[in-house]
């Protein structure tokens, strides 16, 4: 099967596990005539989406009284941000992917970009970025974690990235606040700029219900803003306010589909 089987390999590997109560990675390379490095990572994917639980050589089913409710949908408006944040990456670009749910939407459409290399002091982007086929050159910050923002903070990760230059950083935001710039809830500031500084374009992604938000922590000022991809409900004044600032402003429209 080629890449855009993946889908379809992993729908028929559900239904393989249905019917014979387990799989092994062995037989699924066989059988789909592919490597087992590629089965590993579709075993892995269905992990992730609760379907199947991975155990040494292959997979079982979920057991019944695991199964919980769906995780709540993405919304569409952070959907397009995503999309409009990855057509910004350039092929064999280097960047940083901040932690987040915003910045995390971006990972299942970074598969079209060729010769990545990906910085990211989060174990879900990571996660994800390992799903993708190519997969990118990864690099992680390390440091110390932190469970609030669920992602590495500290002096070790800011060496870690002083060490190294980039394309760009897209990176979320709890908050917009239009007089000083982006805000957070995490007190933790100090990896957020260093990322800001080791990127030459500094991509802010949030959605536009963000803005007014009365959060105390400033996280960049809009001085270390080049871009700001946000939705089209943000207001028009709004938008003239941030433009004014000098920041490049995109607001993306969901999809009719």
């Not at 596990?17 to 799989?23: D, I, P, S, Y």
């Not at 092929?91 to 971006?106: F, Q, V, Y």
């Not at 897209?170 to 990127?199: H, K, P, Q, Y």
Request: glycine share 8%; with cysteine; net charge negative.
């Amino acid at each position: 099967m080629t890449k855009r089987d993946t889908p379809q390999r992993r729908h028929a590997i559900i239904a393989l596990l249905n019917k014979q109560g387990e799989v092994t990675v062995e037989a699924l390379a066989r059988h789909f005539q592919t490597s087992e490095v590629t089965i590993r990572k579709d075993l892995g994917a269905l992990e992730i989406s609760g379907l199947l639980l991975r155990r040494y050589g292959g997979a079982v089913p979920v057991p019944q009284e695991m199964i919980a409710e769906p995780a709540q949908k993405v919304s569409v408006h952070k959907q397009a941000i995503a999309k409009a944040a990855v057509g910004l990456i350039k092929e064999h670009a280097r960047i940083i992917i901040d932690s987040g749910s915003t910045t995390a939407t971006m990972i299942p459409h970074l598969g079209r970009q060729p010769g990545l290399v990906v910085m990211t002091n989060s174990l879900q982007v990571v996660t994800a970025l390992r799903e993708l086929e190519p997969e990118p050159v990864l690099l992680m910050t390390g440091g110390t974690w932190d469970p609030h923002s669920e992602s590495f903070q500290g002096q070790v990760a800011e060496q870690v990235l002083r060490s190294y230059d980039f394309d760009q950083l897209f990176i979320g935001a709890d908050g917009l606040d239009l007089e000083r710039g982006t805000t957070t809830f995490n007190e933790l500031l100090g990896l957020s700029r260093v990322m800001a500084e080791a990127a030459r374009e500094v991509i802010v992604l949030a959605e536009a219900d963000k803005v007014g938000r009365r959060i105390p922590n400033l996280e960049l000022p809009w001085s270390s803003v080049h871009t700001l991809i946000t939705d089209d409900r943000l207001p028009p004044a709004a938008r003239e306010h941030i433009q004014a600032r000098g920041v490049r402003l995109i607001c993306a429209t969901p999809s009719q589909e």
